[in-house]
């Protein structure tokens, strides 16, 4: 059971979660789930889901795992018309499902210290920065024209985007993953200006660094200590730690309460423990 931030009840709202089955995502269904709401845990692949919608049935709570990809829209229509039957309409989208791609990663920070037989930016292939840009943007664009039809519907709603640090400024080594997550920070101004019309807010939280199993072999060397990029971050951070994921939920409570955010719209929220603050010196 999480230690929850904020009293906020979100008794009777459906929340649908994409990504769902990575950490960040699967923290944050668990606790809406915990807070009351009527969760939809939304992931491509479904071990991880089905165990955090066992986990939270046996804790009293209500969470269902949906197994799609979220570049596929029919498929996502499908899930959306099961939800629709299982839980009701969506009343807060979390667009959760992204994600990097080694095909659109460097090896070395700067080409003039690359070395003979490193990946530089001029070996990026076409298709790993095509679908890392698909993945990010693309997997939040069709999500939210699906599910925020019911919120147009009733003339209320609430989504919330993940953006990153690396749409404040990007980091080296990962052009594509940065410039998309630039792309979604500039869809949320987008969606929040289209839709307020419709009573629809739409936020984001950019998130600050986190440990993952996806990432914890790039941070930390294997007898625990941080790799040099790991150290680069951590003196970048005012802090000097990475965040928990437990650590956003705060945010991400706030910016879903029509309450305690009826006039917040069109923002991005690091959560960062100070790294896009800080100036270096």
């Known amino acids: 059971m999480l230690d929850l931030p904020l009293n906020i009840d979100f008794t009777g709202k459906v929340v649908v979660v994409t990504g769902a089955g990575g950490a960040l995502c699967g923290t944050m269904a668990r606790a809406f789930a915990q807070a009351g709401a009527k969760v939809a845990a939304l992931n491509r692949s479904d071990a991880a889901i089905n165990q955090l919608a066992a986990d939270c049935r046996a804790e009293g709570y209500i969470c269902n795992a949906y197994k799609v990809n979220v570049l596929d829209r029919e498929g996502l229509a499908a899930v959306h018309e099961q939800i629709l039957q299982d839980l009701g309409p969506c009343d807060i989208l979390i667009n959760g499902a992204g994600g990097n ?20 930016f001029f070996d990026l292939e076409a298709d790993g920065i095509e679908a890392v840009f698909t993945l990010n943007f693309a997997g939040t664009v069709l ?22 640090m690396n749409a404040y400024v990007p980091l080296t080594k990962i052009p594509a993953y940065s410039g998309a997550k630039a792309a979604i920070s500039n869809l949320t101004q987008w969606l929040a200006t289209h839709f307020a019309g419709s009573g629809i807010r739409c936020n984001a939280i950019a998130p600050g660094f986190l440990v993952s199993n996806q990432n914890r072999t790039l941070l930390f060397n294997a007898d625990g200590t941080p790799t040099a990029r790991a150290a680069k971050i951590l003196a970048g951070t005012p ?17 879903c309460d029509d309450k305690a955010a009826s006039a917040v719209n069109g923002v991005v929220l690091p959560i960062d423990a100070g790294f896009a603050a800080y100036g270096g010196v």
Do not use: W, Y
């Open 101 to 120: 791609n080694p095909r659109a990663t460097t090896d070395n920070e700067f080409q003039h210290e690359a070395r003979e037989g490193q990946k530089t």
């Open 143 to 164: 999500p939210t024209q699906i599910f925020a039809k019911d919120m147009v519907e009733r003339g209320k709603g609430c989504i919330l985007n993940i953006s990153s």
């Open 239 to 255: 802090a000097g730690r990475f965040v928990e994921s437990e650590e956003l939920l705060g945010g991400v409570f706030f910016l």
